[in-house]
């Protein structure tokens, strides 16, 4: 949690909760191996189609944070992770959320399919395996 | 639409729609005449409990936005505001999403009724007035 | 100045004065009629160089800006913008800075001349062309 | 380094550098035990009169990036701290850079000196001791 945040309100802006949740995503990417510039190369991209957070608890400046990472649905063609996100130390709940991403063909504009890669490599941990 | 408001994808960051929203949501207290450094000093704030955006077409650098506000509910201590934005030019619907705002007394941490003169403000605007 | 803007000492964050300056930048190349996106695939950027603000009264959530840009100097490949903030109703000087920028070959990873075009529609402005 | 700190550039955003600053400072002033929650109960804030950056190098996405901090002067009221940005990975230099901080006493408006407590804390690392 750094200063910048924080809003006038002395708490974490709403906005700022999808940034922790994009950085515990990212974490969880680069524990799997996963190199996003090489598939990027490949012209596939994984845009955001849908985003939800609900807010329980402000986050202060001072509050250590700490963010729940799972796949709720892994499909053919998109994933959606869900997120909690708690207080390290209180362990209270602060916040829910998740993220819809497809995986998109740069180029043609359109959904593409996971490639089988990162398919393997996620469905360990997918609740929900639809394909 | 700001280059720091992009991405590598090059193209607008999806955390970044929730400030445009705000945005929209500032410009339409002002010109309700809203003054909300005085309903802070009464002690009366109104955090987000919930966010949510879906996106349906990338937004990018040279793009000019319009974003829509709709009050779609206004009840005793809460409003949800409905969200569209387009693109300027070619009117293309570019995301759809929602806030849900409550009005929360600071010092006793819980909600509140909206005061009387903001609501008497938004009720003209407002589809649904559930009280 | 939006809320997201702020920060928990209730004013605007230092760094996000940069995105302001930026924002004037972007308008100020609009109104000459730049178009970035044809630069960039021509394989020119404009990078950031050195970046500098002097914060003079902090600037608050309901506060109404105005940013005055220069162009300080118009070398071959660089340029040195200066930036004044007020505060649009008080006139009071808020902040002032600078950004220097130059124009980069993104394939060669080097600075190289700015373009003549855009030299051109610069060079009215600058209080200095050195070249 | 997180998507959403890039830009469409495919490098880190120039006015995020001051976001990484930060992040050290209060990770510097953690490990040194510092409570700015209380110091704020006293009415004392640290808001920063001055920022600078000059840009080495691009960071990208993937880059593991490292801020060195200093504490180029400590005086009265004010400290100024320097910073060093390089990949963590490469040990090229990315950026450097500054803020000058004072210590204001809000309900006054005006510099006031700096705790003792805090003083003591930082004097052992300072490069210069002005005072």
Known sequence: MVWADTDAAQVVHYS???RFFERAE???YKQLGFNFTDTAKNGIWF??????????????????????????????????????????????LLALGYVVIVAADKLRGKATRIPDDIVRKLAGFAKQVIR
């Not at 250590?64 to 709720?72: A, N, P, S």
């Open 26 to 28: 990212e974490e969880f």
């Open 47 to 92: 845009p955001r189609v849908e985003a939800f957070c609900q807010y329980k608890k402000p986050a202060r400046f001072d509050d250590l944070l700490e963010v729940e990472l799972t796949i709720e649905e892994l499909k053919e063609k998109s994933l959606k992770l869900g997120f909690k996100m708690l207080n390290k130390e209180t362990r209270m």
């Open 16 to 18: 700022n909760y999808f």
